[in-house]
């Protein structure tokens, strides 16, 4: 079995090492870095090898995964570039950070695979986008695939639109956070129980992205089905029109696009 390690304990690698725990019932092949003590202890408690350094996960893993913030990964980088290989596969899940950034700053032509996943892992629900280097073995691309695809969906994506799928899976999370805050933020207001009203809210988004993904229909002919002519959901989608809501929901993207751009350089 491949070694995998992980530089950076965050929630992002936690997801992903309980993902790889639940499909392969054990933590035996997987190892660890980071430079917090306590998340150091949580790793040990699910079995997780803990390493001394980053340069260590290198020279004992075959995969190693990245899971530093981009502010972070040129000193990584630095870090381990000495013990790096061409037999050594690297996985990037930081935004805006591309194949060929890991590559230059580690001056090595190592196999890598840029992965923009999502915090949804953490419950085996993500949506996660993967796009990996042409001289990459299919062993390990499989095995990379399969170490997201155990939480959730993959999608394969070409690099050139890497930093857009971001705005798309990446971000887009909080984006439903606050709508959904928006809504039970407005039922509390009318004397409705918050509690209960993000319960009816968070129902309605699995339904209505079962309803997307499951009936067969587009976006446009759910929104008519759910539209009778002179109702409450016309009247509804008419303030959202008139308050710019699809191009709030466009510009917000661009920016999360334009953000992502920034920090690969």
Same mark, same amino acid.
């Given at each position: ?13 936690? $997801? ?31 079995g997780v ?16 995964v990245l ?18 290989s061409t037999?050594?596969?690297? *996985? ?9 950034? *890991? ?8 196999? *890598? ?13 993500? &949506? ?80 209505? &992205? $079962? ?24 009247? &509804? ?17 661009? $920016? ?10």
């Amino acid at each position: 079995m491949k070694k995998i390690g992980f530089i950076g304990g965050g929630n992002m690698a936690t $997801a992903i090492i309980k993902g790889l725990i639940a499909q392969n019932g054990s933590a035996d092949f997987i190892g660890v870095f980071d430079l917090s003590e306590e998340k150091c202890a949580a790793m040990r408690e699910m079995g997780v090898n803990v390493y001394a350094s980053s340069p260590e996960v290198v020279r004992l893993s075959d995969i190693i995964v990245l899971a530093v913030k981009p502010q972070n990964y040129a000193e990584v980088l630095e870090e381990i570039k000495g013990v790096v290989s061409t037999d050594k596969t690297f *996985v990037s899940i930081a935004a805006g950070i591309s194949i060929s950034y *890991v590559q230059t700053a580690l001056e090595c032509e190592c196999p *890598v695979v840029r992965v923009m996943p999502n915090t949804p892992l953490l419950l085996k629900k993500g &949506a996660s986008a993967l796009c990996p280097s042409d001289n990459i073995s299919d062993e390990d691309k499989q095995v990379v695939y399969d170490m997201f695809a155990g939480s959730g969906v993959c999608e394969y994506i070409t690099e050139d639109h890497m930093n857009e799928i971001i705005s798309v899976n990446g971000s887009s999370p909080a984006y439903i956070y606050l709508f959904a805050k928006a809504m039970a933020d407005y039922a509390a207001s009318k004397g409705i129980d918050y509690d209960r009203a993000m319960n009816l809210v968070c129902a309605t988004l699995e339904g209505s &992205a $079962a309803m997307l993904r499951e009936s067969g229909d587009s976006a446009d002919v759910l929104i008519d089905k759910v539209s009778s002519k002179g109702g409450t959901t016309i009247a &509804a989608l008419e303030q959202l029109r008139k308050h710019g809501f699809t191009e709030a929901i466009s510009a917000a993207m661009e $920016a999360c696009t334009k953000r992502a751009e920034e920090l690969g350089k």
